[in-house]
């Protein structure tokens, strides 16, 4: 059961990203994921997540308006879209994966990929 995360990179304030998170040994189709991230020098905090049907999406207030969370359970694959991108947004961004409901609390996510680390600077 592997997660990876992917799509990270260094972009100017205002630009945008698409990561992806993709499974391997498992199906996605039952599982709700979320988005977290940390910055350096900062606890983990929760960013996104979205049911298993992707009937229903929740985000954090720093990023809802900017940040949209979606999923291909053909391809495996949960995106995260981040427009208008802040230097704030600046941290290693982890998918997580939890067969049950969606929350915005990483202690209840059981499954975790390795980060991507986005870079927002001028």
């Known amino acids: 059961v592997q997660l990876q995360a992917s799509g990270g990179g260094s972009v100017q304030p205002g630009e945008s990203l698409r990561l992806s998170c993709a499974a391997s040994?498992?199906?996605?189709?039952?599982?709700?994921i979320g988005w977290f991230r940390q910055a350096p020098g900062k606890e983990r905090e929760f960013v996104a997540a979205?049911?298993?049907?992707?009937?229903?999406?929740y985000y954090a207030d720093s990023v809802k308006g900017r940040f949209t969370i979606s999923r291909d359970n053909a391809k495996n694959t949960v995106f995260l879209q981040m427009n208008s991108l802040k230097t704030e947004d600046t941290a290693v961004y982890h998918c997580a994966a939890e067969k049950g409901w969606a929350t915005t609390r990483s202690e209840d996510y059981t499954y975790w990929g390795q980060g991507t680390l986005v870079t927002v600077s001028s």
């Open positions: 040994g498992f199906t996605l189709d039952y599982f709700a």
């Open positions: 979205i049911t298993w049907s992707g009937g229903s999406t």
